[in-house]
């Protein structure tokens, strides 16, 4: 049973346009919520990660907005480009550092 | 350049016959992991290891083994594979387990068990 729950499975986007991946969780002991981007071919890597005391973190056109409440997060990728075509990761770790994925969104940006 | 080096990258056998996939970091990281990404059901772990000589289950370790005699070395071992084992499999690496550690993950072993 997946911890976190991630949503679309795969979204397509026009280039300039705003890609949206949601997760929510249960387990109120998650401390820590990275976001993961994987090319085919490769693994995954860490792209942005916040901490449940930010509502939300921007770094370049990635950013993640988060709902401490509602126990959601998600990934805004803003001004979309075809390079961003990858496979997105969120994921959760809790106070011992075991993190959990969720099962990941394939993003296509159309040029 | 720092890396975690995955090998071989594909792999295809038959059920029952043992198998080694390995797995090097040259980062001198203490944490080591294994996972398995399979479609609808993202990275799921199958062993960690905390130190040299230190393993343990994660998620789904039914069907595999590791050992950690050297920190730079994690080889996954299925000694009997079976169908259900085809997937495609990550080695990572971190400073330690924890949220100021990110993963640092090798390239994938697609392995088919047929």
């Known amino acids: 049973q997946q911890q976190v729950k991630q949503s679309p499975q795969s979204l397509i986007v026009q280039k300039g346009g705003i890609s949206i991946i949601n997760c929510a969780y249960e387990?109120?002991?998650?401390?820590?919520f990275p976001w993961y981007q994987q090319f085919p071919g490769k693994g995954p890597a860490l792209l942005i990660a916040?901490?449940?005391?930010?509502s939300e973190k921007k770094e370049g056109r990635f950013t993640i907005s988060f709902n401490k409440s509602a126990k959601q997060f998600s990934l805004h990728i803003m001004d979309s480009q075809p390079g961003d075509s990858a496979t997105y990761f969120c994921a959760a770790t809790d106070s011992w550092g075991k993190l959990q994925f969720g099962a990941g969104t394939q993003v296509v940006v159309t040029p | 350049e720092a890396q975690v080096t995955q090998n071989p990258r594909y792999l295809i056998t038959v059920t029952g016959k043992k198998l080694t996939v390995t797995c090097s970091q040259n980062?001198?990281?203490?944490?080591m992991s294994w996972y398995r990404q399979d479609p609808g059901l993202g990275l799921r772990q199958i062993y960690y290891?905390?130190?040299?000589?230190?393993?343990d289950k994660g998620d789904v370790p039914e069907g595999y083994k590791v050992s950690r005699k050297e920190k730079r070395n994690f080889p996954l071992i299925l000694e009997s594979p079976s169908p259900n084992q085809t997937s495609l499999y990550f080695c990572?690496?971190?400073?330690?387990?924890?949220?100021?550690?990110?993963?640092?993950f090798g390239n994938g072993t697609r392995l088919t068990v047929t």
């Open positions: 916040i901490r449940p005391d930010v």
């Open positions: 990572a690496s971190s400073l330690r387990q924890g949220a100021n550690s990110p993963l640092h």
């Open positions: 290891s905390m130190n040299v000589e230190v393993t």
């Open positions: 387990n109120t002991a998650f401390d820590y």
């Open positions: 980062m001198n990281h203490e944490y």
